[in-house]
């Protein structure tokens, strides 16, 4: 748990901005995962603090570091699904609110906002490194719990950052009213359930249709819709950064993938070609992964925010990275040692 002088630590300091941490910070180019560990509940208070959201909603600086470190606690520690993902996926959260000055310009209520950061700090905890497929073919307990609605995982990290918040002394919204608190856990559950891959993939093709008419902030659709890209957008923005940052997180996906490969295949099942070590081909899975989910993403964003474009140009300068790597290691030969040599 989180011990009295851990908070105080935390809160006695006065808070930083942003750019103490570094430069370049509040810029899309920068990577956070580069942010020593001990730094990242502090630079999670920083943002927050200046996205204006302390004032705004009189949150108590001593519960939110509380609830910041029982957050961090609530991770795992797999190769990608750990506190340093949901620390990225929260600092992009942060780089699209700020560069985009999407409430300044009216576009999401400041509520919504809030709870972008929060759900980005919240949105796979407790993770094990596993899909929502295996946990039903796995018969886990969450599986037990959840399958019959869908969405396993997802439903979990949810049940996780509501029990954080129920927890004494973490809930920092306790200065919210109620009409704001009932409608900030209402947005936490819409954009933690968004962030399963099916949930995007149902929702892509009216997301491009918000794209082609232009965004109607007046249009609660259209609200919901935005907030759920957004989220999603911040969960793949690792392979919007420089090609070697985004090819080492590429890595650490694949690490991921192989172990349940590993073992769906001691429990005598079949994995998908992209979780099998024996039969994956690296970069020919990332191109269909950047062609059919990731590229769409920023591409709708860049269409509708234009401050945008930055994220957009350098992910299709990622895919023609992986393009060349592809013909480098033209389908995996025979004598190859391994599929993670691409990485090497
Ligand atoms: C670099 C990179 N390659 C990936 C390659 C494949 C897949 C995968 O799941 N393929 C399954 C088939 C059916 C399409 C995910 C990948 N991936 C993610 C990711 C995104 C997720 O969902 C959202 C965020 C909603 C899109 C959920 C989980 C993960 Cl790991 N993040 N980065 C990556
Ligand atoms: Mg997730």
């Known amino acids: 748990l989180v011990t009295k002088e851990e908070v105080d630590r935390l809160v006695q300091v006065d808070v930083p901005p942003p750019s103490h941490f570094h430069r370049d910070f509040n810029s899309f180019r920068y990577f956070p995962r580069q942010l020593p560990d001990p730094c990242t509940s502090p630079a999670i208070l920083s943002m927050v603090e200046s996205l204006g959201m302390i004032t705004k909603f009189r949150l108590s600086r001593e519960s939110l570091a509380r609830f910041t470190l029982m957050v961090r606690k609530g991770y795992r520690d797999p190769p990608y699904h750990n506190w340093l993902h949901a620390f990225s996926v929260t600092h992009f959260a942060f ?45 886990s307990v969450l599986a037990s719990l959840y399958s019959s609605e869908g969405s396993v995982m997802e439903r979990h990290h949810l049940a996780q950052a509501m029990c954080i918040l129920n927890t004494d002394d973490c809930n920092f919204l306790e200065n919210l009213s109620r009409e704001e608190y009932t409608k900030f856990l209402d947005l936490m559950r819409e954009i933690i359930l968004a962030t399963d891959l099916a949930h995007h993939l149902r929702i892509l093709s009216e997301l491009r249709q918000v794209a082609e008419e232009g965004y109607d902030s007046a249009n609660p659709r259209h609200h919901d819709l935005l907030i759920c890209l957004l989220m999603t957008a911040a969960d793949l923005s690792d392979q919007t950064k420089d090609w070697h940052s985004s090819k080492h997180v590429a890595e650490l996906i694949y690490k991921e993938f192989f172990t349940q490969g590993d073992l769906e295949k001691a429990m005598g099942n079949m994995p998908l070609e992209m979780m099998d070590r024996e039969k994956a081909f690296i970069p020919e899975l990332q191109l269909q992964f950047l062609d059919d989910v990731a590229i769409p993403v920023y591409e709708i964003v860049a269409k509708l925010f234009p401050e945008a474009d930055e994220p957009y140009s350098s992910i299709k300068a990622n895919r023609r990275n992986w393009s060349r790597l592809r013909d480098v290691y033209k389908r995996r030969k025979p004598e190859s040692t391994s599929s993670l040599e691409v990485f090497e």
């Open 95 to 139: 780089l699209l609110l700020q560069n985009l000055q999407l409430v300044e310009r009216g576009v999401l209520t400041s509520l919504e906002a809030l709870a972008l950061i929060v759900s980005s700090m919240c949105h796979d905890l407790d993770h094990r490194g596993t899909t929502n497929s295996f946990q039903v073919a796995s018969n």
